[in-house]
């Protein structure tokens, strides 16, 4: 076994990993600490002596939250970090992580509880694959890797999503005979539409006239409604379709869309309902209208968003609607660069954000500034959440709640929905 060494694990850091106390004789004279994965807090485990950032040799003594991990690629796929937690303490641990940023900024707003969904929920994956001699493998990055970790199932993923993993092979060898993957990955988003399951293929090149009369030809090609490479639509029996309240929207290949319909249909009635008294309504950061076609049933709605072909999904999803909805304009628009300023905004009583992982602080300086009444911020990253609700507060606007959002089960990723008002 080599020299180990035995720590007492006293917290979990933000990324699921422990936090462990060297154990001593003289524990005043050795205050070493590591973080070692796949530890609770309260266990006891010895671990290779100069290797801590490495899983246990032994749990020593086991927490009574430690659970028996479901899925059999646990601790060497990188997807997820906190199989081996009971539900409940999991739950804790991770609303805990939204309400210590919000405390690093002062605010106090007691949380919602937080809305959690069942294992095999996700609709939408991020698949890795590569060329291994005559195979293919294809699944996720291994932890702490770049190594492709093989997969022929996903327990986290809905069954549909699963089902078609055998096909998406059959498609990576139809890419091989190209020359594709043999010195690069490729990456393959697959998206558990109303309607079948769409599947965005990219890598680094170009597709060749020949790739792309022959994908479709293929009767792989059948088990989904779309297929594209490098952004590309090669192959569609059927558009691909999301439900977003009263429409059905088609989104750009491998655009963004959320991981759990469950998880968009709860934030979107939080964002609904608080903004439901308002006549006029700004979505930034809109994506192909997830919110902004759901707003659109009470409320006019003006959209902006940077990515066009997002824009496109979302007016088609509108105008097929058939007057159901009320107006939804829309524009692109740098949102980071050209936030919509004072005078902008005096149009809108209410407002809802959704922007990537570097939040929307130049969009909430110019909204604490203006008379917008009523304000929906959904976020992904707790700490530049907790950054834009500060400045909103300190612009006078009430906190009225927040709900944590676990979309990412298993992980320390997170959503949040914030209500504000003036």
């Known amino acids: 076994m080599g020299e180990t060494q035995l720590f007492r694990i006293e917290m979990l850091g933000h990324r699921g990993d422990g936090i462990g106390r060297l154990v001593s004789p003289d524990a005043a004279t050795s205050p070493d600490t590591a973080y070692i994965p796949f530890t609770l807090p309260g266990e006891?485990?010895?671990?290779?002596?100069?290797?801590?950032?490495?899983?246990?040799?032994?749990?020593v003594?086991?927490?009574?939250?430690?659970?028996?991990?479901?899925?059999?690629?646990f601790t060497r796929c990188g997807g997820c970090q906190l199989q081996h937690m009971a539900q409940p303490a999991y739950l804790e641990w991770k609303t805990s992580l939204l309400a210590a940023a919000l405390e690093r900024e002062g605010i106090p707003t007691p949380l919602q509880p937080i809305r959690h969904y069942p294992q095999?929920?996700?609709?939408?994956?991020?698949?890795t694959a590569q060329q291994s001699g005559s195979q293919w493998l294809l699944g996720y990055s291994g932890r702490r890797s770049h190594n492709i970790i093989d997969i022929s199932a996903c327990p986290v993923l809905r069954a549909e999503l699963e089902a078609t993993l055998p096909a998406?092979?059959?498609l990576l060898h139809v890419l091989g005979r190209h020359g594709i993957g043999r010195k690069g990955t490729v990456r393959i988003i697959l998206l558990a539409a109303e309607n079948g399951v769409d599947c965005a293929i990219s890598f680094g090149g170009k597709a060749s006239d020949r790739l792309i009369r022959e994908v479709p030809r293929?009767?792989?090609?059948?088990?989904?409604?779309?297929?594209?490479?490098?952004?590309?639509?090669?192959?569609?029996r059927q558009r691909p379709v999301l439900k977003a309240g009263l429409a059905l929207a088609t989104p750009p290949p491998g655009?963004?869309?959320?991981?759990?319909?469950?998880?968009?249909?709860?934030?979107?009635?939080?964002?609904?309902?608080?903004?439901?008294?308002?006549?006029?309504?700004?979505?930034?950061?809109?994506?192909?209208?997830?919110?902004?076609l759901r707003l659109a049933q009470n409320s006019l709605v003006h959209a902006a968003e940077s990515d066009q072909a997002s824009l496109d999904a979302l007016d088609r999803a509108w105008r097929e609607t058939g007057g159901r909805l009320k107006t939804v304009n829309h524009e692109r628009r740098d949102l980071f660069r050209r936030p919509f300023m004072v005078a902008e905004l005096k149009q809108f009583d209410g407002v809802v954000f959704d922007p990537p992982r570097a939040g929307a602080e130049a969009q909430c300086r110019a909204l604490a500034n203006s008379a917008v009444k009523?304000?929906?911020?959904?976020?992904?990253?707790?700490?530049?959440?907790?950054?834009?609700?500060?400045?909103?507060?300190?612009?006078?606007?009430?906190?009225?709640?927040?709900?944590?959002i676990d979309q990412f089960a298993h992980t320390p990723h997170m959503e949040a929905v914030a209500l504000l008002e003036r």
């Open 168 to 170: 998406v092979r059959n």
């Open 218 to 236: 293929d009767e792989t090609a059948r088990h989904f409604p779309r297929i594209s490479l490098n952004g590309e639509t090669v192959y569609e």
């Open 61 to 73: 003594s086991a927490s009574c939250d430690r659970a028996e991990p479901f899925c059999e690629h």
């Open 255 to 292: 655009g963004f869309s959320q991981a759990v319909e469950a998880a968009e249909e709860d934030m979107a009635s939080l964002v609904c309902q608080h903004l439901s008294g308002c006549k006029k309504v700004a979505d930034l950061f809109c994506g192909f209208g997830a919110f902004a």
């Open 44 to 59: 006891t485990v010895r671990i290779s002596a100069g290797n801590p950032g490495e899983q246990p040799v032994e749990i």
């Open 374 to 404: 009523k304000i929906a911020a959904v976020s992904c990253n707790p700490q530049t959440l907790a950054r834009d609700l500060r400045i909103l507060c300190d612009g006078r606007y009430r906190l009225k709640s927040i709900t944590p």
């Open 120 to 127: 095999a929920s996700r609709r939408r994956c991020v698949l």
